[in-house]
Nanobody, 119 residues
Framework: QVQLVESGGGLAQPGGSLRLSCAAS????????MSWYRQGPGKERELVAG????????RYADSVKGRFTISRDNAKNTVYLQMNSLKPDDTAVYYC????????????WGQGTQVTVSS
């Protein structure tokens, strides 16, 4: 069955860094657009970053541009989110998302990993 398993979340100080990983299985990873979303306390879920199937194109939310980097390793079926210069506003549950298949109708989610930025 399809699985997206996030890891790497935790507590970081403002200005610090964390690297999230999402290990995928149960579908053809290299054919899917991969993204990271987040949902902060009392907020709606929002797109943080996305990367195309072969990694040729990425997109970022304005709030994370220049601080976060999304990448993928199709040989390892894994997508990453490197988060630098973390701010308290980055505190959220971060979710891995996979979108693909015919007309991009397949839409898979991980269970989420908590990121807390606090001194």
């Amino acid at each position: 069955q399809v699985q997206l398993v996030e890891s790497g979340g935790g507590l970081a100080q403002p200005g610090g860094s964390l690297r999230l990983s999402c290990a995928a299985s149960g579908f053809t990873f290299r054919s899917y657009v991969m993204s990271w979303y987040r949902q902060g306390p009392g907020k709606e879920r929002e797109l943080v970053a996305g990367i195309t199937q072969v990694g040729g194109s990425t997109r970022y939310a304005d709030s994370v541009k220049g601080r976060f980097t999304i990448s993928r390793d199709n040989a390892k079926n894994t997508v990453y989110l490197q988060m630098n210069s973390l701010k308290p506003d980055d505190t959220a549950v971060y979710y891995c998302n996979a979108k693909g298949g015919y007309l991009l109708r397949n839409n898979y989610w991980g269970q989420g990993t908590q990121v807390t930025v606090s001194s």
